[in-house]
T-cell receptor, first 113, second 114 residues
Framework: KQEVTQIPAALSVPEGENLVLNCSFTDSAIYNLQWFRQDPGKGLTSLLLIQSSQREQTSGRLNASLDKSSGRSTLYIAASQPGDSATYLCAVKGPGGSYIPTFGRGTSLIVHP | EPEVTQTPSHQVTQMGQEVILRCVPISNHLYFYWYRQILGQKVEFLVSFYNNEISEKSEIFDDQFSVERPDGSNFTLKIRSTKLEDSAMYFC????????????FGQGTRLTVV
């Protein structure tokens, strides 16, 4: 059974810092990995989708990398802003015949001015 | 931009009552999902639906739960006899293809069972 772990569970940083959120998964036979943002009491907003054949994806100040063989992905946020404050979730799709994404518990990020 | 919409945003119901949560997936999407998130916990998969039938379900999705696509646009989750532990945020998601495409999530329905 796929297990997804996100470290750290919580992070508080001053505005302007570059930061890295980590996601690890136990079974490397994945189809893709997706990073989401969740604001308190709200739904999930898709940030980046990395296919299993890709090593990274970029969108604006966000860069996500994938190392399938070691079961790890990182989300890099450049020049953090207070508006980045949210919970960041990673979801891994697979393994084997299962197409259902498995979620981590998330990293709760606070960026203070 | 197309989006997944869910109604209602918040539903309060008495224990033992039936509830129906509604979702309108993105119009050209073919795969539909329900997830739930109990307060402070992980997002958990409930069920996936394709071609008018359930394709996968988790152990959470027992006989009290059912899904339907009654009219080609709505996708509903019914809980027959709600329990206190069904209180959670319920998310609907859809995607165009099973693999290699993003899943788009709705804003969720907060279900409170009292």
């Amino acid at each position: 059974k796929q297990e997804v772990t996100q470290i750290p569970a919580a992070l508080s940083v001053p505005e302007g810092e570059n930061l890295v959120l980590n996601c690890s998964f136990t079974d490397s036979a994945i189809y893709n990995l997706q990073w989401f943002r969740q604001d308190p009491g709200k739904g999930l907003t898709s940030l980046l989708l990395i296919q299993s054949s890709q090593r990274e994806q970029t969108s604006g100040r966000l860069n996500a990398s994938l190392d399938k063989s070691s079961g790890r992905s990182t989300l890099y946020i450049a020049a953090s802003q207070p508006g980045d404050s949210a919970t960041y979730l990673c979801a891994v799709k697979g393994p084997g015949g299962s197409y259902i994404p498995t979620f981590g518990r998330g990293t709760s990020l606070i960026v203070h001015p | 931009e197309p989006e997944v919409t869910q109604t209602p945003s918040h539903q309060v119901t008495q224990m033992g009552q039936e509830v129906i949560l509604r979702c309108v997936p993105i119009s050209n999407h073919l795969y539909f999902y329900w997830y739930r998130q109990i307060l402070g916990q992980k997002v958990e998969f409930l069920v996936s639906f394709y071609n008018n039938e359930i394709s996968e379900k988790s152990e959470i999705f027992d006989d009290q739960f059912s899904v339907e696509r009654p009219d080609g646009s709505n996708f509903t989750l019914k809980i027959r006899s709600t329990k206190l532990e069904d209180s959670a945020m319920y998310f609907c998601a859809s995607r165009y293809r099973e693999t290699n495409t993003e899943a788009f999530f709705g804003q969720g329905t907060r279900l409170t069972v009292v």
